[in-house]
């Protein structure tokens, strides 16, 4: 298994991606095979940073604008998305990235405002009313 395949293959330029956003630092991308969903972007430090745990402030107040610009994006194009990092064991690549996804087969980590889960209890009630307007 290639340990930075982001540092090995896609920053050089070895495999060809669609680029999203870029800065001197940070790349934004869709990866040639999707993983995710009917859009799925790629957002990683040029860099090698292992993980979140590692990343400078400087360098994360720049992913996060690279990350902000590019998921405006499919916001824009889907209504909505998810934004997912992972650390240690489940960390498949031991580089930096964040995944964007949005659309069928994204893995809900929570129910979308718009529809109520139907296992859940009904709010209970305040423990006051509300004041008259």
């Given amino acids: 298994m290639r340990q930075d395949w982001y540092c090995d293959e896609v920053i050089p330029g070895r495999v060809e991606v669609d ?3 870029e800065t001197a630092t940070v790349l934004a991308f869709r990866p040639p095979r999707p993983g995710f ?3 799925h972007v790629i957002v990683v430090p040029k860099a090698h940073v292992s993980s979140l745990l590692d990343l400078t402030p400087a360098l994360a107040a720049e992913m996060l604008a690279v990350l902000q610009q590019a998921s405006a994006q499919v916001v824009a ?4 998305c998810q934004v997912l990092t992972t650390l240690g064991d489940e960390q498949h690549n031991k580089h930096l990235h964040w995944h964007i996804a949005a659309g069928d087969g994204v ?3 929570v129910t979308p405002a718009r529809s109520a889960p139907s296992n859940t209890a009904p709010a209970a009630p305040s ?3 509300a004041p008259p307007r």
């Avoid at 194009?77 to 909505?80: N, P, S």
């Fill in 19 to 21: 680029v999203v956003a």
């Fill in 77 to 80: 194009r889907h209504g909505g």
């Fill in 127 to 129: 423990a006051s009313p």
């Fill in 37 to 39: 969903g009917r859009e």
């Fill in 107 to 109: 893995a809900r980590f």
